[in-house]
């Protein structure tokens, strides 16, 4: 396995709570990988709320068609989720479904929950069939060694090219009890806006009603999983899913401190992704102020992002700021050379369109050493604003990609 | 200098035809580059059209925006163009217009032209003041060296990160005379749909009026220099302008051999920009079809000739057409999985949504081998076309822009 990223959290994989009402198991199954466990699974209690959001791509894999479908299943008596890594059972033509339905088939005859509340994701190389019979294979023994203590497991197990398994809570304490919040989710190449190859899977024990549940999930990713990119590529498997089992307290407004807390567990997986990305030595933060709108802030933000010639300038420590000026230039948002500002950090480089006269490049340089980079773009036009997270662009990322599939 | 593109035309740089009513010159100015030429210098004869398409970016360049505004000049008695490398005098405001026009008027009155008919360009690094005193000390020299032959020394003092000069030509047999036309040009990075860090002068001794040069340029412009990327990112200072002396035969139609002629030497140059892209070791034509319409089809070879992860697969030699139809996915287009099909080179990797029964992974492996690649898709949707040129994503173009500028 690859070294872990630089950028990994200091502190290892987090100490999650355990979620009232999911218990999760993890197994090698040998889909691809070798010597590691490769086929996760959580199983949910009746009465759980499951709300989702999927990749926009015209060519989604059969399993994220199929959880599309299931959302709207008004069955209950609990819910289930299976997760393969190696294989991304995407671009499989009629096999693909197939392998679905076997899969998901067995989750539920062995767990007893009904078929249409057993989600499946799975990720890796596309354009080859899953040998699912591999995982059918195994469901016994997952099911066998559920534990509300293994989300770590889970979370190694849908790794592909990820470095470090990623994990983030919170709790809430709500005048008719304390409410926890648990995610994992993998990453790491392909990840664009709108989603990415990312895998995410949020628990909590409160108790939603689905269509609430779906509203808050849909509005915190436009803030969060959509506002990451690696490298403007986007998966045909990106899957959210968002799991409320009901055991502990009550949440029925849109906002407030849950959704505060559930904001800040998907910033914090979105960010992890983020700093996970393929071959990234630089977590880069794009801060867009004083657009037109906060769909132009966006745009400029994630064109900045996506840059190659922004993101090698980081990876080689340049506070190449030219390159900021043509990324604002070609992303189509409304702005005007003259008004546009531009920090590095704390360092103003350009002011009213052009470098500040208190420019010090030592002092950008020295920023750009840092391993979190702050890239600051006012357009002098209106308020618009936006935030969006990005990695460097470095030689490994090439030596990842060159030859993933061989 | 780097070492010259493996994909560089095997002849060396073509042997233009003189153009009658136009002369070169270059030199070295030292406006950043020490030990070559920097500035070339193009006289064109009274009764020059001159038409031009430039970048789109928000953020563009004094010299385009000067350029601009004088294609719609009046004035007659000749023309001029001057070109610098090593300084793109963009994003240094008002300093930049101040330097254009230092520039433009030493070179006008140097030559007796109208201010207002001599066009600039400048190339290389964003947000550094352009040092024009090195530029316009220069005019004389250059106006004193100013020959029909000099075209090669041009695409010469035109390159910054380029590996090799830049030059096409064509001949075209009317009724009443020769028509000849050459051209030079720059990439090499920044290369990116709706033009390029791409600086490109074509000229002609036809006798065409303005209006319908621009005609001809824009609907040109449309099929070769606006089908190409090497990196997705677009320049403030894209230039192409193109100069009919008058010298030969008139051509009166949008259509017909002149055309073709002048399509041709776009197209070449627009290759030969592509071959030269930043560390690329694969020149790669995208042909779509099938689309619902040209645009989406359009949509879908860009995306494809963008992807980061299509492009370091071709860099890694590998048939890798699961990333191809991830970036079909994403494109945006009109698709339907189940009806793609997918060829590299004359091998189908993919038939109606799945792996071809006659896939040969060997096959399509050796294809990946050659340096000059196709990779076709059908989307088995409707009747839209487009095809666009790329090339790989490599290790040198990291090397080149991680530090390029220190």
Chains 1, 2 share one sequence.
């Not at 989750?107 to 009904?114: K, N, R, S």
Request: hydrophobic letters at 45%; a negative charge.
């Amino acid at each position: 396995m690859a070294k872990t990223s630089p950028l990994a959290p200091k502190g290892g994989f987090p100490d999650l709570p355990v979620i009232s009402g999911v218990t999760f198991a993890a197994v090698e199954a040998g889909v691809k990988y070798r010597g590691r466990s490769d086929v996760m699974l959580a199983h949910l209690c009746a009465g759980t709320s499951v709300a989702g959001v999927f990749t926009k791509s015209a060519t989604r894999a059969a399993p994220v068609l199929d959880c599309q479908a299931k959302l709207g299943s008004a069955s209950d008596g609990g819910a289930a989720i299976v997760v393969n890594s190696g294989n991304a059972n995407a671009f499989t033509g009629g096999k693909g479904i197939e392998a679905v339905t076997a899969v998901t088939k067995m989750v539920a005859e062995t767990l007893d929950v009904p078929q249409d509340r057993v989600f499946s994701s799975s990720t890796g190389v596309i354009g080859e069939p899953l040998p699912f019979e591999r995982i059918t294979a195994k469901v016994a023994e997952l099911a066998e060694g559920l534990s509300p203590a293994r989300i770590q497991d889970a979370a190694a197990a849908i790794m592909t090219t990820d470095t470090f398994e990623k994990g983030a809570a919170a709790q809430v304490t709500t005048d008719t009890g304390v409410i926890n919040i648990a995610g994992i989710a993998k990453g790491s190449g392909m990840i664009a806006p709108d989603m990415a190859t990312m895998l995410v899977y949020i628990f909590t024990d409160a108790k939603i009603a689905q269509p609430l549940l779906q509203d808050m999930l849909s509005s915190l990713t436009d803030k969060t999983f959509n506002c990451i990119t690696v490298d403007s590529d986007t998966s045909t498997s990106d899957t959210l899913l968002l799991c409320a089992t009901g055991k502990s307290a009550e949440v029925t407004t849109l906002t407030g401190p849950f959704t505060d807390a559930l904001h800040s567990v998907m910033r914090n997986l979105a960010h992890q992704v983020v700093k996970d990305g393929e071959g990234a030595t630089k977590f880069v933060e794009v801060c867009v102020t004083g657009a037109d709108t906060d769909a132009d802030a966006h745009k400029v933000g994630m064109s900045i992002a996506n840059s190659p010639l922004v993101k090698t300038a980081i990876a080689g420590e340049d506070p190449n700021w030219g390159r900021v000026v043509m990324a604002v230039g070609k992303s189509g948002a409304k702005a005007d050379r003259d008004l546009l500002s531009i920090r590095f950090g704390d360092v103003v480089v350009a002011d009213k369109g052009w470098v500040s006269p208190d420019y010090d490049e030592a002092s950008a340089a020295k920023h750009m050493k840092g391993d979190e980079l702050l890239i600051a773009v006012d357009l002098g036009i209106g308020t618009g604003k936006s935030t969006v997270w990005t990695c460097d662009l470095t030689h490994a990322y090439i030596e990842i990609n060159a030859d993933y599939r061989s």
